[in-house]
Nanobody
Framework: QVQLVESGGGSVQTGGSLRLSCAAS????????RAWFRQAPGKGREFVAAINWVDNKYYADSVKGRFTISRDTANNTVILQMNNLRPEDTAVYYC????????????????????WGQGIQVTASS
């Protein structure tokens, strides 16, 4: 069973940056999509970014141009670089993994993902 563990969260001021990492407990050769979701207080979980097995990247409109997702294959890690953070980015961030070789808009939903991390807090304050 693959376990995903997030790190790198914290608190910054508006305009600041944070770098989230999601490490996998074992080889992730059969996990074809790695993604980040977030959940703000009182709201549902929403898609943030995803990267698939051929390095196609997907972003929520709200983070395009500010967040970048990438993979460190050698270390089974996925990185979310978050720049120019805003108060509305404040949430618990979750990394996720899918074994399905799915493409298109469905990767922006929670449906394909069977592996989830425990979540990590990100706070941006003005």
């Amino acid at each position: 069973q693959v376990q995903l563990v997030e790190s790198g969260g914290g608190s910054v001021q508006t305009g600041g940056s944070l770098r989230l990492s999601c490490a996998a407990s074992q080889r992730t050769a059969r996990i074809y999509i790695r993604a980040w979701f977030r959940q703000a207080p009182g709201k549902g979980r929403e898609f943030v970014a995803a990267i698939n097995w051929v390095d196609n990247k997907y972003y929520a409109d709200s983070v395009k141009g500010r967040f970048t997702i990438s993979r460190d294959t050698a270390n089974n890690t996925v990185i979310l670089q978050m720049n120019n953070l805003r108060p509305e980015d404040t949430a618990v961030y979750y990394c996720a993994g899918a074994r399905l070789q799915t493409i298109g808009e469905v990767v922006k939903t929670s449906r394909p993902y069977e592996y989830w991390g425990q979540g990590i807090q990100v706070t941006a304050s003005s």
